[in-house]
């Protein structure tokens, strides 16, 4: 069954392995499936959310595009675009923010960890997040998104804001509400200094992630250094939750060959975490290395990368623009 993908991708710098495995290795097997209409976004307005140098901003978005193509989504087949170059996504959030209950939002644990203790000097922006990515959503008629573990109660309150949009306004079905798709292993890749938090791209040590520009020198001495313990490999998944860093390790590990956990962990039972670490840098380096290699390529050719946002934001717009008018008619604009 064909479906109609929509998902996207902050440009704030440093795209990492946990991105990559979380989310964008899944766009391009969704890319490459015949029947698929794929929308894939770099999603600029969610960045300002937190404070972005503009010239920083500029360079990022353009190498969240790169990052894209150079995974393999191919621009001809799908589209790929800047969420700013839309107006519609911002237009679309102001009415369903209007339909967003205070309480609804409340709950969201992703704002709760981003703004910290010192919630009063938080964005708007970062708190009405959701209500923009749910715009971004229900424009295209999405019926799957591909986000990674973290992003799942977000979609759970895209699907709360289109059922209530369309009660509010007696337009049964009228937004579609959308399905995650979420893979079962590997959805949530750690931190490689600290197994209790996320890979990300703000973590200010550069050695709690494998960025997807790395080179293989710097690849293998961020796996050489990753936290682990001091017992050999385990022998048994059950003991994997009270040993966090080699679960997350050997998740990259599966993640990246494709297999599952079991058969990793028999691969390197009992053997010692030197071992293992070089072997997880091969084939780090063997996936990594020549998206790397294109994603500079591509850099130094600034006016293709543009040519492809601009393209693909003719063809988004063509396609929101039409939802935009149809949701302020059903408003009473
Ligand atoms: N560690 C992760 N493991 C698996 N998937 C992940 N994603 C992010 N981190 C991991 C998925 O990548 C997609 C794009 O994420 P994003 O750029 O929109 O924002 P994010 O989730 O806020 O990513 P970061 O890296 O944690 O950024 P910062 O540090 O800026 O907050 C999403 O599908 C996400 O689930």
């Known amino acids: 069954m064909s ?24 766009f391009v097997e969704l890319n490459n499936k015949i029947d698929n209409e794929c929308v894939f976004c770099v999603v600029d307005l969610h960045a300002i959310t937190t404070k972005q140098e503009p010239k920083e901003l500029k360079k990022n978005i353009r190498e969240t595009a790169a990052t894209f193509i150079a995974s393999g ?59 923009l990515m749910a715009a971004d959503i229900l424009l295209y008629d999405a019926t799957h998104v591909p986000v990674g573990d973290d992003q799942k109660q977000h979609l759970e309150l895209c699907r709360d804001i289109a059922q209530k949009f369309n009660n509010d306004f007696n337009a049964p079905e009228f937004l579609r509400t959308p399905e995650p798709l979420i893979q079962k292993e590997f959805s949530r890749i750690m931190s490689l200094k600290d197994a209790q938090k996320k890979m990300s791209k703000s973590d200010p040590s550069d050695l709690s992630r494998i960025n997807l520009t790395d080179d293989k020198d710097q690849i293998a001495n961020k796996i050489k250094k990753a936290k682990t313990d001091p017992l050999p490999m385990p022998s048994e998944s059950s003991i994997l939750s009270k040993r966090p860093e080699a679960e997350n390790l050997l998740s990259i590990y599966s993640s990246v060959t494709n297999q599952s956990l079991e058969k990793s962990i028999n691969e390197f039972n009992g053997k010692n975490f030197s071992e293992f670490k070089e072997k997880l840098s091969e084939i780090i380096i063997e996936k990594i290395e020549p998206i790397s290699k294109e994603i500079k390529r591509l850099l130094k050719d600034e006016r293709y990368l543009d040519s492809i946002l601009l393209e693909g934001s003719k063809k988004a717009d063509r396609i929101a623009s039409k939802k935009i008018i149809e949701i302020k008619e059903l408003v009473g604009f």
Request: positive net charge; contains cysteine.
């Open 3 to 26: 479906k109609k993908i929509f998902s996207g991708v902050q440009p704030t710098g440093n795209l990492h392995l946990g991105n990559y495995l979380g989310a964008i290795k899944n």
């Open 73 to 131: 989504i191919d621009p001809k087949k799908s589209i790929i675009f800047n969420q700013s170059m839309v107006s519609a996504h911002a237009e679309c959030a102001w009415i369903l923010s209007c339909v967003s209950r205070i309480g609804w939002l409340n709950r969201m644990t992703q704002f709760k960890e981003k703004a910290g203790k010192d919630k009063e000097k938080a964005s708007i922006g970062l708190y009405s997040y959701p209500v």
